[in-house]
């Protein structure tokens, strides 16, 4: 069976090439770019992909589109900070050499981070949507962000075995401007709701002692807390920045100063 690769990308211009180069067993690359400004586009159309530009409208709705754009009956999907793995190569190839159990499949993935394998803090075997699916199988909820998925299908989603690899960052300046751009996406899911900075430093309280201790982040080391801290990060600013949509403060102003004696202009 033929199978596409979808990669969803905006300004990945130093990760992109990883990623597809992970993919050129594929019979189909697709990148779904939303209008990038560095050389995102230019490097995966070298590389021999499919550059479609889609206007970023959410990441639910950038995925259907993505799908929308493959050739084959089967899909597999990656983000531009994943990489696919020798085992997951050869297990997908071997699935669909048969004849496949499910039409959608969870695949597990191990993420990287400040020099180390992370093995808990949530982010390992960390399933997000099924990345290898039958096209018409599923499709993405339209959200703006941490977009779930719906089954097309009567079959259970099945997994993987094997393990894709996750470089979410490169460095600390990506874990905070994740934070910045996630939270922000995050305020229009709490578009109905009031809240207040209680209510921000309570989830915030919640997201990081959820990973640092009920996910035993502690285990992890360091990595382990800036995991921990940058969930609290991302959590707390997006009900504070709810709450500062919510209530609206006004800047102060003052009349323009002029030297004493002067007359206003006219």
């Known amino acids: 069976m033929s199978i596409s690769a979808y990669i969803i990308a905006y300004n990945e211009a130093k990760k992109i090439a990883d990623t597809i180069n992970s993919v050129l067993w594929a019979d189909e690359i697709i990148v779904a770019d939303s209008a990038s400004t560095d050389d995102t586009a230019r490097i995966a159309e070298d590389l021999g992909a499919r550059v479609v530009q ?93 977009e779930g998925y719906e089954l097309l299908t009567a ?37 109905d709701q009031k809240v207040t900075m209680r209510t921000a430093l309570f989830h915030g309280m919640w997201s990081f002692l959820k990973h640092y201790v009920a996910k035993r982040g502690f285990l992890d080391g360091w990595p382990g807390f800036v995991i921990a801290l940058g969930n609290f990060e991302g959590t707390f ?25 002067d007359a206003p202009s006219k």
């Open 54 to 146: 889609v206007p970023f409208r959410g990441f639910g709705h950038l995925r259907n589109q993505a799908v929308k754009a493959c050739s084959h009956e089967w899909i597999f999907s990656l983000d531009t900070d994943e990489q696919c793995t020798t085992e997951v190569r050869d297990e997908i190839l071997m699935l669909l050499s048969g004849t496949p159990a499910r039409d959608a499949y969870l695949v597990p993935r191990r993420n990287y981070f400040m020099g180390r394998w992370i093995k808990h803090s949530g982010w390992y075997p960390n399933f997000r949507q099924p990345q290898l699916f039958r096209k018409g199988s599923m499709k993405y909820v339209e959200s703006p962000v941490h």
């Open 237 to 261: 600013y997006r009900y504070a920045k709810r709450f500062e949509q919510q209530e609206m403060w006004s800047l102060p102003k003052q009349a323009p100063l002029r030297r004493r004696g």
């Open 155 to 191: 079959k259970p989603v099945g997994r993987l075995t094997h393990a894709i690899w996750q470089i979410p960052f490169r460095d600390f300046e990506e874990v905070v401007k994740k934070a910045n751009r996630y939270s922000s996406l995050g305020v229009l899911k709490l578009a």
